[in-house]
């Protein structure tokens, strides 16, 4: 199993809108780095959800349940299915994440235009962690 994470805006689709469905597509990514972190996707992976904007915290996890295939917008790029697994208890800001040496390397702080990105267990492990920390 591989960890991701999946950054959207919560004003156009937030994991809560996720959470009232079954199960949605993950489509539109069209960077072509993300792309292909798409490509490598597999059904059971599980994903972070991190909203963007004034939020800029991950807020839960989804799991990946289908193969990739072409985006239905754009075929040249990549979607997969997607369905809400839980909630953080709290919610993991980009602010805490910066500030934790340990996460220095990991794209979510190098490269911010980046909206989906490979997340190391060691990564996962500490964000559910620091997601416990009140």
Do not use: C
């Not at 839960?60 to 790029?77: C, L, N, Q, R, Y």
């Not at 979607?79 to 697994?85: D, F, G």
């Not at 990564?123 to 416990?132: C, D, G, L, R, S």
């Amino acid at each position: 199993m591989n960890y991701w994470l999946l950054k959207t805006e919560p004003d156009e689709f937030s994991y809560h809108d996720l959470s009232n469905a079954p199960h949605d597509v993950w489509d539109g990514v069209r960077n072509v780095q993300a792309r292909k972190n798409m490509k490598e996707m597999e059904p059971g992976d599980l994903a972070f959800i991190y909203h963007t904007g004034k939020e800029k915290s991950i807020i839960g996890v989804a799991e990946i349940t289908s193969d990739p295939f072409p985006d239905p917008g754009d075929p040249k790029f990549t979607a997969v299915h997607v369905q809400s697994r839980y909630l953080l208890p709290r919610p993991v800001s980009l602010a805490e994440i910066k500030a934790a040496p340990q996460f220095a390397g990991w794209a979510l702080v190098r490269q911010p235009r980046l909206s989906v990105m490979p997340v190391t267990t060691g990564h996962w492990q500490a964000i559910h962690t620091m997601a416990k920390e009140t």
